[in-house]
């Protein structure tokens, strides 16, 4: 198996001016980690010229490593190789850019987290960038790609090759751009050294808008659909701000921006959330019974998922099942509409999916519930779970299957190291390295 330094390379994760990111294991304790080492780009080389380059990411790994915060992320190995110098951090195989289906397009809409989720995530993104202020330090690259997300679906704010310290000489190098198109602030597209604190804060608002409406505000703010009017007033209001051209006009400090985003979120909170239309149990009549679902389980590319799984551009259903679950024990529950039994239980925290097979394997060892052809569901059978989506957008899924861990896994598979999972709160399928942790469910025909 190759090598970098002392660390395995299981994979590569992804390749950005500087360098390249890898997925690597340390032998000695078997723990999955990050790697990121020095391979800039050559057109990066010649517009920085080669020590500037090499200064930056030694800088970058620096900051990283003397900043403590929950939502930052932090630096536990620096090799300082001649050639290639290297930094090791945790591993996150999930980020908000892939959670939102964020692509190349950035005009087309992004899948929308439920408004709950999105406040969580914007409020711990302020709280990381309220200690880079602090510290004096502006990030300059604050977009979803950039907010990894934790086993526990926290926030990780990463990638530092921008960030400027305050004091620091200016960049001098022409045609360079800092930031990215959309979620930089105006005077940073003008000029990048004029970048500040509010230059952050302005990039935070840019994902509010684009976490709370799918879009950017290309053509202007527009309001949450299915928000009440004076949820949507508010949060117009809070964009004034956030998005001000001016910097000055702009909230003084994350704090602040944080504090202005919880009064929206009361707003919306006051004003009644959309109930989903699913039931667990009761006496309503069940919808008339579907075709059986494919059980077994098979591989697919993701170029394969849309007509296989019947999925839309976003990876979420073309169509929606009625699901209706009855109860048929503590922990086991039948759906009238497919015909699936399902166990409710998991196993309560998130894990690999090598480790999601042995919880499975385990049910039907045990005859659990009295039945041992338990295994693990298909995408087709997961995705019967998803009702037609509430006002907001967010999918309906019946009692037993929402909160955490969303994601769960599925038993089709994407390649040796790769797996489909669905997010039950998105309402989406996609493939995930086989190490990520999500939750469970076992199923039966």
């Known amino acids: 198996m190759r090598r970098i330094g002392r660390y395995e390379i299981l994979g590569l994760l992804g390749r950005g001016g500087m360098g390249a990111v890898y997925k690597v294991r340390l032998p000695a304790l078997g723990r999955v980690l990050a790697l990121k080492r020095l391979d800039p780009r050559p057109e990066l080389t010649a517009l920085w010229g080669p020590a500037n380059v090499r200064n930056r990411f030694i800088r970058e790994a620096r900051i990283m490593g003397r900043l403590r915060h929950p939502f930052l992320t932090a630096v536990y190995d620096f090799v300082d190789d001649p050639l290639h110098p290297f930094f090791v951090m945790d591993y996150y195989c999930r980020n908000l850019g892939v959670l939102i289906g964020e692509g190349r397009d950035l005009d087309a809409a992004a899948r929308v987290p439920p408004p709950q989720r999105t406040f969580r995530y914007v409020r711990q993104t302020l709280s990381g960038l309220e200690r880079l202020h602090q510290a004096g330090l502006v990030h300059r690259d604050i977009k979803p790609f950039n907010l990894l997300l934790s086993d ?51 990039s935070a608002g840019i994902l ?27 949060l117009a209001g809070f964009f004034d701000k956030a998005l001000h051209p001016s910097p000055s006009g702009r909230f003084p400090s994350a704090s602040a921006m944080a504090q202005a985003l919880g009064d929206v979120e009361a707003q919306w909170a006051r004003s009644g959330r959309p109930e989903c239309g699913l039931l667990f149990g009761g006496d309503d009549p069940s919808p008339a019974p579907r075709p059986p679902l494919r059980a077994h389980a098979r591989k697919v590319t993701p170029d394969q998922a849309p007509s296989v799984f019947g999925l839309d551009a976003l990876n979420r259903p073309r169509s929606y099942s009625s699901p209706r679950l009855e109860p048929v ?3 086991a529950a039948k759906d009238s509409t497919t015909g699936l039994f399902w166990d409710l239980a998991g196993p309560g925290y998130g894990v690999s999916w090598d480790e999601a097979g ?9 005859a659990h519930g009295g039945y041992s052809d338990w295994r693990r569901p298909t995408v087709p059978e997961l995705l019967s779970l998803l009702g037609p989506p509430d006002p907001s957008g967010s999918p309906c899924v019946p009692d037993g299957f929402g909160g955490p861990p969303a994601p769960l896994w599925s038993a089709d598979t994407r390649s ?7 997010d039950t709160e998105l309402g989406f399928t996609a493939p995930a390295d086989k190490t990520c942790l999500f939750g469970v469910r076992a199923v039966r025909g």
């Open 208 to 234: 509010v808008h684009r976490l709370l409406t799918g879009r950017l505000p290309i053509r202007g703010i527009e309001p949450v659909p299915g928000w009440p009017a004076v949820a949507n007033q508010a």
């Open 329 to 331: 024990s503590a922990a």
């Open 152 to 202: 526990e679906d926290d926030i990780r704010i990463a990638d530092f090759g921008l960030s400027r310290l305050r004091g620091e000489a200016p960049w001098k190098q022409a045609r360079l751009r800092v930031g990215s198109p959309y979620y930089a602030a105006p005077e940073q597209e003008r000029t990048p050294d004029d970048a500040g604190p509010e230059s952050d804060l302005y």
């Open 358 to 366: 042995d919880y499975v394997r385990n049910l039907a060892d045990q």
């Open 416 to 422: 040796a190291l790769a797996a489909w999972m669905i």
